[in-house]
């Protein structure tokens, strides 16, 4: 089981960019990085999700170097409302039985300044 | 768009009750799953099921158990509360292909006295 580790809090402006390393040492071969964004009082929400080098979506970016022991979720620009706990999570992305591996750690408190 | 949805976000119960959490996904996922989350302890997984009746424990599943008799509702069972369950619980649904995308939500937030 791939464990992560996280800083378990962040500080940042308003109109900065963020970026929240995660290592993951004994990530598995067929293991994905996924990353999750969770507000007070909310479920998390699923931000994005990369294997390896670069994945970028509408809301953040996800850097995976070759060796993929470590990951980097990028948040541009960051505003008041990006003031939440982020969880990087890695873990076999297909179903059935006794294959669930994926364990959400403590996660990164990111409060946003103004 | 997408939702789970959770009997209730409220719930006070007295210890040695039985307590049932229903959980409602209208997204027509094959698994679903059961967290409770705690201050300094993050999501920690009871329970999940990746189909009808299917179930497998989680990291916590003492003291709990589950229930999937339909595709779209997945039930979290406290046989005899203890004060100890106390905590904010999660359920969460994927579709077959990803574990890992899952869709969550809102949460119950369960005291038991």
């Known amino acids: 089981l791939a464990k992560t580790t996280q800083p378990i809090s962040m500080d940042s402006y308003e109109g900065q960019e963020v970026n929240i390393t995660c290592s993951h040492n004994n990530i598995a071969t067929n293991d994905y990085i996924t990353w999750y964004q969770q507000f007070p009082s909310q479920g998390p929400r699923f931000i994005i999700q990369g294997y390896k080098t670069k994945v970028t979506n509408e809301v953040a970016s996800l850097f995976i170097p070759a060796d993929r022991k470590s990951s980097t979720l990028s948040l541009p620009r960051v505003s008041l409302s990006d003031t939440a706990v982020y969880y990087c999570?890695?873990?076999?992305?297909?179903?059935?039985?006794?294959?669930?591996?994926?364990?959400f750690g403590k996660g990164t408190k990111l409060s946003v300044i103004p | 768009d997408v939702k789970v949805t959770q009997s209730s976000r409220y719930l006070v119960k007295r210890t040695g009750e039985k307590v049932f959490l229903e959980c409602v996904q209208d997204m027509d996922h094959e698994n679903m799953f059961w967290y409770r989350q705690d201050p300094g302890l993050g999501l920690r997984l009871i329970y999940f099921?990746?189909?009808?009746?299917?179930?497998e424990k989680g990291d916590i599943p003492e003291g709990y158990s589950v229930s999937r008799e339909k595709k779209e509702r997945f039930s979290l069972i406290l046989e005899s509360a203890s004060t100890n369950q106390t905590s904010m619980y999660l359920c969460?649904?994927?579709?077959?292909?990803?574990?890992?995308?899952?869709?969550f939500g809102p949460g119950t937030r369960l005291t038991v006295l």
């Open positions: 969460a649904s994927s579709s077959s292909g990803s574990y890992n995308e899952q869709f």
């Open positions: 099921s990746y189909d009808v009746k299917m179930k």
């Open positions: 999570l890695v873990g076999k992305s297909y179903s059935g039985a006794g294959s669930y591996q994926l364990t």
